[in-house]
């Protein structure tokens, strides 16, 4: 049915009739008089709502009612006079001509029905196609929730999401997500009734929440149990007033508590591709307004209403949705921690090799990601329009776990050197030495047998009085020149005139016919301990940065996903420097990736004060900081990067861990 109808006409002999006809019109009608010689444009301005207009042919324009109202219906009066030349308007499905010379009250009568009929179909036809609007806006709102839902990766920002488009769709103040949960120790395949239903997250219009999560268990007895178990939506119109038998009930302490009133409230299921009930999804108090606070009874009892059947499919089709984009995230997680179980595994099988830089690859990654928070903060200077995701975060600590892969590809006994020499080559040496003083210590011993068979007793003793001492000499030279090879062995620079010392040491040698000649170093050995700084030579030291070429081509093989791409990249460069000093690629500053940047600040950090190896000391956080501000003058480490690393203290992230 339509209603106010309002009827506007020209022709004073047309409203005897019109006021009988539209008599019994259950519609209301208003009847008004229009004079289309004195503004025709004011007539046509009338025609709003549901309208009919009969006019005499004369003062009837089309041109006039464009645009013309939707629900206006014309009836057009005909009078054949001399001259006339009717122009039909039959073409148009708003006119009814009413064509007869003599205007007969029967025919102004059927015209009107008509009209009214033509209003009616009219307005049913706007209302389905109202219908049809609302329709596609609720599956084009349906379909842009499905999309990002489908798209969220952080658990809480999908269960926030999940509960606002939920609420904003049904127009609820309120709304709690509850997810199913196996208890330690109970199989996942197990049944529902041995699970546990948590609190995960809540929303409410009307009130402040504080709130934190909890686990209930899952009974049939609460209405979200209910619905979890029996898999169907549960639709109550006043929660106070439930049903006689029903074996759910309402816990209203928190109403008790907080002064609000529940009243609606739908409860929906949240199932998985394979139909099983993974969650629940709560909707509390339709509102007619969706901005309405609901902040006393009255306004309750004024403002709620029942969810209704279209409330109810909305919210079941986006609880669906929720429930595989939950299930989806879920493997998700499922599959990140599993692939980070692996890289974690991986790092520490690397770090075995060396022990003794256990835990290096966490403690970069950990200040790395550290350095890249605190950029998020900044709001100036030239870091101050950069912003990391969560998933270029994840990027980066990924980035700094795996700097270090490459070592896999490197000699252990290259990796793990702590002296110039290897062990092996060290206890060569010593045995060499050990061969050289009974060998010396025999040719006296010898020497002392034959006087003893050649010469007088007196000249013996002069003879093995010589012999002692110039043994004793020589034994003393060997002694002085093992320590100076020990000395020589450590990781220390090399002292003024230890080079020539050394090359004086090499020429010595032990000749014997039994044993040949003895050389008191060899030619290799000399090239060790003469290297200048460290433990290694330019051969090791270039197998040892070969690491980083290492790590970049066993990470070029992994199929990383977009938001992973740029691991290889971040890592291939953790050794570069901003000058082009470094390696492997020798880029400068422009080249270098952020990231990258950040990360050789943390490395070097993190070599200078890790516990002691082998080969150096560790040193102060002071002096570890006064380091890197060396580099940073040479031209090496970004100098921004570093300051914002000591103002903000990011060291002490693993500082405080240790």
Same mark, same amino acid.
């Given at each position: 049915?339509?209603?106010?109808?309002?009827?506007?006409?020209?022709?004073?002999?047309?409203?005897?009739?019109?006021?009988?006809?539209?008599?019994?019109?259950?519609?209301?009608?208003?009847?008004?008089?229009?004079?289309?010689?004195?503004?025709?444009?004011?007539?046509?301005?009338?025609?709003?709502?549901?309208?009919?207009?009969?006019?005499?042919?004369?003062?009837?324009?089309?041109?006039?009612?464009?645009?013309?109202?939707?629900?206006?219906?014309?009836?057009?009066?005909?009078?054949?006079?001399?001259?006339?030349?009717?122009?039909?308007?039959?073409?148009?499905?708003?006119?009814?001509?009413?064509?007869?010379?003599?205007?007969?009250?029967?025919?102004?009568?059927?015209?009107?029905?008509?009209?009214?009929?033509?209003?009616?179909?009219?307005?049913?036809?706007?209302?389905?196609?109202?219908?049809?609007?609302?329709?596609?806006?609720?599956?084009?709102?349906?379909?842009?929730?499905?999309?990002?839902?489908?798209?969220?990766?952080?658990?809480?920002?999908?269960?926030?999401?999940?509960?606002?488009?939920?609420?904003?769709?049904?127009?609820?103040?309120?709304?709690?997500?509850?997810?199913?949960?196996?208890?330690?120790?109970?199989?996942?395949?197990?049944?529902?009734?041995?699970?546990?239903?948590?609190?995960?997250?809540?929303?409410?219009?009307?009130?402040?929440?504080?709130?934190?999560?909890?686990?209930?268990?899952?009974?049939?007895?609460?209405?979200?149990?209910?619905?979890?178990?029996?898999?169907?939506?549960?639709?109550?119109?006043?929660?106070?007033?439930?049903?006689?038998?029903?074996?759910?009930?309402?816990?209203?302490?928190?109403?008790?508590?907080?002064?609000?009133?529940?009243?609606?409230?739908?409860?929906?299921?949240?199932?998985?591709?394979?139909?099983?009930?993974?969650?629940?999804?709560?909707?509390?108090?339709?509102?007619?307004?969706?901005?309405?606070?609901?902040?006393?009874?009255?306004?309750?009892?004024?403002?709620?209403?029942?969810?209704?059947?279209?409330?109810?499919?909305?919210?079941?089709?986006?609880?669906?949705?929720?429930?595989?984009?939950?299930?989806?995230?879920?493997?998700?997680?499922?599959?990140?921690?599993?692939?980070?179980?692996?890289?974690?595994?991986?790092?520490?099988?690397?770090?075995?090799?060396?022990?003794?830089?256990?835990?290096?690859?966490?403690?970069?990654?950990?200040?790395?990601?550290?350095?890249?928070?605190?950029?998020? *903060? @900044?709001?100036?200077?030239?870091? +101050?329009?950069?912003?990391? &995701?969560? /998933? %270029?975060?994840? !990027? =980066?600590?990924?980035?700094?776990?795996?700097?270090?892969?490459?070592?896999?590809?490197?000699?252990?006994?290259?990796?793990?050197?702590?002296?110039?020499?290897?062990?092996?080559?060290?206890?060569?040496?010593?045995?060499?030495?050990?061969?050289?003083?009974?060998?010396?210590?025999?040719?006296?011993?010898?020497?002392?047998?034959?006087?003893?068979?050649?010469?007088?007793?007196?000249?013996?003793?002069?003879?093995?009085?010589?012999?002692?001492?110039?043994?004793?000499?020589?034994?003393?030279?060997?002694?002085?020149?093992?320590?100076?090879?020990?000395?020589?062995?450590?990781?220390?620079?090399?002292?003024?005139?230890?080079?020539?010392?050394?090359?004086?040491?090499?020429?010595?040698?032990?000749?014997?016919?039994?044993?040949?000649?003895?050389?008191?170093?060899?030619?290799? *050995? @000399?090239?060790?301990?003469?290297? +200048?700084?460290?433990?290694? &030579?330019? /051969? %090791?030291?270039? !197998? =040892?940065?070969?690491?980083?070429?290492?790590?970049?081509?066993?990470?070029?093989?992994?199929?990383?996903?977009?938001?992973?791409?740029?691991?290889?990249?971040?890592?291939?460069?953790?050794?570069?420097?901003?000058?082009?000093?470094?390696?492997?690629?020798?880029?400068?500053?422009?080249?270098?990736?952020?990231?990258?940047?950040?990360?050789?600040?943390?490395?070097?950090?993190?070599?200078?004060?890790?516990?002691?190896?082998?080969?150096?000391?560790?040193?102060?956080?002071?002096?570890?900081?006064?380091?890197?501000?060396?580099?940073?003058?040479?031209?090496?480490?970004?100098?921004?990067?570093?300051?914002?690393?000591?103002?903000?203290?990011?060291?002490?992230?693993?500082?405080?861990?240790?």
């Amino acid at each position: 049915m339509i209603r106010n109808i309002r009827i506007l006409f020209d022709t004073e002999r047309v409203k005897n009739v019109l006021e009988r006809v539209t008599s019994g019109w259950a519609e209301g009608v208003e009847l008004e008089f229009v004079n289309f010689s004195e503004d025709v444009a004011d007539v046509y301005q009338k025609l709003a709502g549901n309208t009919i207009l009969i006019c005499h042919h004369k003062h009837y324009s089309p041109a006039d009612l464009s645009p013309r109202p939707d629900r206006h219906i014309s009836v057009i009066l005909w009078e054949n006079e001399p001259g006339d030349t009717p122009t039909k308007f039959h073409h148009d499905t708003k006119v009814i001509e009413i064509l007869r010379s003599t205007l007969k009250d029967y025919k102004v009568e059927y015209a009107m029905r008509q009209a009214r009929n033509m209003l009616f179909l009219q307005a049913q036809n706007s209302l389905l196609q109202e219908r049809v609007s609302q329709t596609e806006r609720e599956l084009r709102t349906l379909n842009r929730i499905g999309v990002a839902l489908s798209a969220e990766k952080d658990i809480e920002a999908l269960l926030d999401m999940i509960l606002t488009k939920s609420r904003e769709i049904t127009s609820a103040d309120a709304g709690t997500l509850y997810l199913v949960e196996t208890p330690e120790g109970v199989d996942e395949g197990a049944p529902l009734e041995q699970k546990m239903l948590r609190f995960a997250w809540a929303q409410n219009d009307s009130l402040e929440l504080d709130y934190s999560t909890f686990t209930m268990p899952l009974t049939p007895r609460s209405m979200a149990g209910n619905v979890a178990l029996s898999g169907e939506t549960l639709n109550v119109e006043d929660v106070y007033e439930l049903p006689d038998g029903v074996e759910y009930g309402f816990d209203s302490s928190y109403d008790d508590k907080s002064g609000y009133r529940t009243r609606s409230v739908l409860t929906v299921p949240m199932k998985n591709h394979r139909n099983e009930v993974i969650g629940v999804m709560q909707l509390i108090n339709r509102k007619r307004d969706f901005s309405i606070k609901l902040g006393t009874p009255q306004t309750v009892e004024r403002e709620v209403l029942a969810f209704d059947i279209k409330n109810v499919a909305l919210a079941g089709s986006l609880a669906s949705q929720a429930g595989v984009a939950l299930e989806n995230m879920r493997l998700y997680e499922d599959i990140r921690n599993l692939f980070e179980g692996f890289i974690k595994a991986s790092v520490h099988a690397i770090e075995q090799r060396d022990p003794t830089t256990s835990g290096h690859s966490e403690r970069v990654a950990e200040l790395t990601v550290g350095l890249a928070e605190a950029v998020n *903060e @900044i709001k100036e200077g030239p870091y +101050g329009a950069v912003s990391f &995701s969560r /998933e %270029e975060l994840r !990027e =980066i600590r990924y980035a700094g776990l795996l700097h270090d892969f490459g070592k896999i590809g490197v000699r252990e006994d290259v990796l793990i050197k702590a002296k110039k020499l290897y062990p092996g080559e060290l206890e060569a040496i010593r045995a060499r030495y050990q061969v050289l003083k009974k060998a010396i210590d025999a040719k006296y011993e010898h020497e002392k047998v034959r006087s003893l068979l050649e010469k007088t007793r007196d000249e013996t003793r002069v003879i093995i009085k010589k012999y002692e001492g110039e043994c004793e000499e020589r034994m003393g030279e060997l002694k002085e020149f093992l320590d100076f090879i020990l000395k020589c062995n450590e990781p220390a620079v090399l002292e003024e005139g230890g080079f020539e010392h050394l090359q004086e040491i090499a020429k010595r040698a032990f000749s014997d016919k039994d044993l040949g000649t003895i050389p008191y170093l060899t030619e290799e *050995e @000399i090239e060790r301990l003469s290297i +200048g700084r460290g433990t290694l &030579s330019a /051969e %090791e030291r270039e !197998e =040892i940065e070969s690491h980083v070429v290492h790590s970049y081509n066993f990470l070029k093989r992994i199929p990383w996903t977009k938001e992973l791409r740029n691991v290889p990249e971040f890592a291939h460069s953790h050794h570069e420097k901003l000058d082009g000093s470094g390696y492997p690629q020798k880029i400068s500053a422009p080249e270098i990736p952020l990231p990258s940047r950040m990360m050789v600040i943390a490395d070097i950090f993190d070599a200078l004060t890790a516990s002691d190896r082998p080969y150096k000391r560790a040193v102060p956080v002071e002096k570890a900081l006064q380091i890197l501000g060396y580099e940073e003058s040479d031209g090496h480490i970004d100098p921004d990067l570093l300051k914002l690393f000591i103002d903000k203290k990011i060291y002490m992230r693993v500082i405080e861990e240790e």
